[in-house]
Protein backbone atom coordinates (compact mmCIF):
# COMPACT_ATOMS: atom_id res chain seq x y z
CA UNK A 1 0.00 0.00 0.00
CA UNK A 2 2.77 2.75 1.24
CA UNK A 3 4.57 2.85 -2.06
CA UNK A 4 1.76 3.08 -4.04
CA UNK A 5 -0.08 6.03 -2.33
CA UNK A 6 1.78 9.70 -1.75
CA UNK A 7 1.18 10.30 1.69
CA UNK A 8 -0.30 14.25 1.11
CA UNK A 9 -2.82 13.23 -0.58
CA UNK A 10 -4.54 10.69 1.93
CA UNK A 11 -7.44 12.14 4.07
CA UNK A 12 -8.88 11.25 7.38
CA UNK A 13 -12.14 9.36 7.12
CA UNK A 14 -14.79 11.53 7.16
CA UNK A 15 -17.63 9.57 8.55
CA UNK A 16 -18.34 6.79 10.47
CA UNK A 17 -18.84 4.79 7.51
CA UNK A 18 -15.77 5.63 6.00
CA UNK A 19 -13.85 4.63 9.27
CA UNK A 20 -15.56 1.77 9.24
CA UNK A 21 -14.25 0.96 5.67
CA UNK A 22 -10.88 2.30 6.35
CA UNK A 23 -11.44 -0.35 9.40
CA UNK A 24 -12.66 -3.20 7.13
CA UNK A 25 -9.62 -2.87 4.90
CA UNK A 26 -6.67 -2.81 7.24
CA UNK A 27 -8.14 -5.81 9.04
CA UNK A 28 -7.68 -7.71 5.50
CA UNK A 29 -4.27 -6.37 5.10
CA UNK A 30 -3.51 -7.62 8.63
CA UNK A 31 -5.08 -11.01 7.77
CA UNK A 32 -2.98 -11.44 4.61
CA UNK A 33 0.11 -10.05 6.60
CA UNK A 34 -0.51 -12.49 9.41
CA UNK A 35 -0.51 -15.16 6.45
CA UNK A 36 2.80 -14.50 5.44
CA UNK A 37 4.28 -14.17 8.64
CA UNK A 38 2.96 -17.49 9.42
CA UNK A 39 4.44 -18.70 5.87
CA UNK A 40 7.98 -17.44 7.15
CA UNK A 41 7.59 -19.24 10.53
CA UNK A 42 7.05 -22.41 9.08
CA UNK A 43 10.06 -22.46 7.53
CA UNK A 44 12.71 -24.55 9.73
CA UNK A 45 15.11 -22.03 9.89
CA UNK A 46 16.02 -20.24 14.05
CA UNK A 47 15.26 -16.55 13.36
CA UNK A 48 13.87 -15.79 9.95
CA UNK A 49 10.55 -15.38 11.23
CA UNK A 50 11.41 -13.16 13.43
CA UNK A 51 13.77 -10.77 10.73
CA UNK A 52 10.51 -11.10 8.39
CA UNK A 53 8.19 -10.11 11.33
CA UNK A 54 10.08 -7.14 12.19
CA UNK A 55 9.95 -5.98 8.50
CA UNK A 56 6.26 -6.64 7.87
CA UNK A 57 5.07 -5.46 11.12
CA UNK A 58 7.19 -2.16 10.07
CA UNK A 59 5.44 -1.92 6.83
CA UNK A 60 1.90 -2.93 8.32
CA UNK A 61 1.98 -0.13 10.71
CA UNK A 62 2.74 2.31 8.32
CA UNK A 63 0.46 1.29 6.12
CA UNK A 64 -2.34 1.29 8.78
CA UNK A 65 -1.37 4.58 10.13
CA UNK A 66 -1.38 6.04 6.23
CA UNK A 67 -4.95 4.53 5.59
CA UNK A 68 -6.70 6.02 8.21
CA UNK A 69 -4.87 9.26 7.56
CA UNK A 70 -2.39 9.44 10.84
CA UNK A 71 1.33 8.75 9.72
CA UNK A 72 3.32 11.00 11.41
CA UNK A 73 3.74 13.54 8.14
CA UNK A 74 -0.17 13.49 7.93
CA UNK A 75 -0.88 14.11 11.48
CA UNK A 76 1.97 16.99 11.26
CA UNK A 77 -0.23 19.25 8.52
CA UNK A 78 -3.57 18.92 10.92
CA UNK A 79 -4.18 21.85 12.83
CA UNK A 80 -2.72 21.90 15.90
CA UNK A 81 -6.25 21.71 18.06
CA UNK A 82 -6.39 18.77 16.03
CA UNK A 83 -2.90 17.47 15.95
CA UNK A 84 -3.25 17.68 19.78
CA UNK A 85 -6.50 15.52 19.91
CA UNK A 86 -4.68 13.01 17.54
CA UNK A 87 -1.82 12.36 20.36
CA UNK A 88 -4.09 12.51 23.52
CA UNK A 89 -6.46 9.82 21.80
CA UNK A 90 -3.68 8.33 20.61
CA UNK A 91 -2.09 7.98 23.97
CA UNK A 92 -5.74 7.18 25.84
CA UNK A 93 -5.99 4.26 23.77
CA UNK A 94 -2.86 2.48 23.63
CA UNK A 95 -1.75 2.91 19.97
CA UNK A 96 1.75 3.63 20.78
CA UNK A 97 2.32 3.12 16.98
CA UNK A 98 -0.48 6.12 15.68
CA UNK A 99 1.26 8.58 13.99
CA UNK A 100 5.04 7.48 14.61
CA UNK A 101 7.81 6.36 12.58
CA UNK A 102 7.96 3.09 13.08
CA UNK A 103 11.62 1.89 13.87
CA UNK A 104 13.69 -1.40 14.16
CA UNK A 105 13.67 -0.24 17.91
CA UNK A 106 9.95 0.22 18.08
CA UNK A 107 9.15 -2.95 16.44
CA UNK A 108 11.18 -4.67 19.12
CA UNK A 109 9.90 -2.91 22.02
CA UNK A 110 6.40 -3.79 20.66
CA UNK A 111 7.83 -8.05 20.04
CA UNK A 112 9.41 -8.18 23.11
CA UNK A 113 5.74 -7.72 24.89
CA UNK A 114 4.76 -10.78 22.77
CA UNK A 115 8.18 -12.52 23.68
CA UNK A 116 6.93 -15.72 25.33
CA UNK A 117 5.46 -16.58 21.98
CA UNK A 118 8.60 -15.90 20.14
CA UNK A 119 9.79 -18.11 22.35
CA UNK A 120 7.70 -20.70 22.09
CA UNK A 121 7.51 -20.65 18.13
CA UNK A 122 11.85 -21.15 18.21
CA UNK A 123 11.31 -23.92 20.38
CA UNK A 124 8.30 -25.73 18.70
CA UNK A 125 10.87 -25.40 15.16
CA UNK A 126 12.84 -28.30 17.29
CA UNK A 127 10.32 -30.52 17.04
CA UNK A 128 9.74 -31.66 12.63
CA UNK A 129 6.61 -31.07 11.49
CA UNK A 130 4.04 -30.37 14.07
CA UNK A 131 6.52 -27.62 15.03
CA UNK A 132 6.36 -26.39 12.01
CA UNK A 133 2.65 -26.16 11.66
CA UNK A 134 2.39 -25.14 15.88
CA UNK A 135 5.21 -22.43 14.76
CA UNK A 136 3.00 -21.05 11.62
CA UNK A 137 -0.27 -20.73 13.75
CA UNK A 138 1.39 -19.28 16.87
CA UNK A 139 2.87 -16.60 14.09
CA UNK A 140 -0.21 -15.87 12.70
CA UNK A 141 -2.74 -15.46 15.44
CA UNK A 142 0.20 -13.58 17.38
CA UNK A 143 0.78 -11.37 13.99
CA UNK A 144 -2.88 -10.63 13.75
CA UNK A 145 -3.33 -9.78 17.29
CA UNK A 146 -1.32 -7.13 17.41
CA UNK A 147 -2.25 -6.02 13.90
CA UNK A 148 -6.08 -5.93 14.61
CA UNK A 149 -5.15 -3.88 17.88
CA UNK A 150 -3.32 -1.07 16.10
CA UNK A 151 -6.67 -1.23 13.75
CA UNK A 152 -8.15 -0.44 16.59
CA UNK A 153 -5.94 2.36 17.79
CA UNK A 154 -6.30 3.94 14.83
CA UNK A 155 -10.49 3.73 14.28
CA UNK A 156 -10.57 5.51 17.53
CA UNK A 157 -8.20 8.22 17.19
CA UNK A 158 -9.97 8.54 13.48
CA UNK A 159 -13.29 8.52 15.65
CA UNK A 160 -12.04 11.03 18.31
CA UNK A 161 -10.52 13.49 15.54
CA UNK A 162 -14.21 12.90 13.61
CA UNK A 163 -16.03 13.94 17.21
CA UNK A 164 -14.23 16.46 17.20
CA UNK A 165 -14.69 18.18 13.97
CA UNK A 166 -11.52 17.68 12.27
CA UNK A 167 -13.82 18.10 8.64
CA UNK A 168 -15.80 20.91 9.57
CA UNK A 169 -14.94 24.39 7.97
CA UNK A 170 -13.03 26.33 10.55
Not at 10 to 15: F, M, N, Y
Not at 43 to 61: C, E
Not at 91 to 117: A, H, S, Y
Not at 148 to 153: G, R
Request: glycine share 8%; proline share 4%; net charge positive.
Amino acid sequence: MSSKKDTNWTLLPASQRDIADVRERCRQLVRRRAMVSAGMAAVPIPGLDIVSDLRLFALLIDDINQEFGLSEQQIERLQPKFRLIAYEAAIGVGGMLVGKLVTREVVMQLLRKTGFKTVARQASKLVPLAGQLASASIGFFAFRQIGYQHVEACAKVAQELLSAGVHQPA
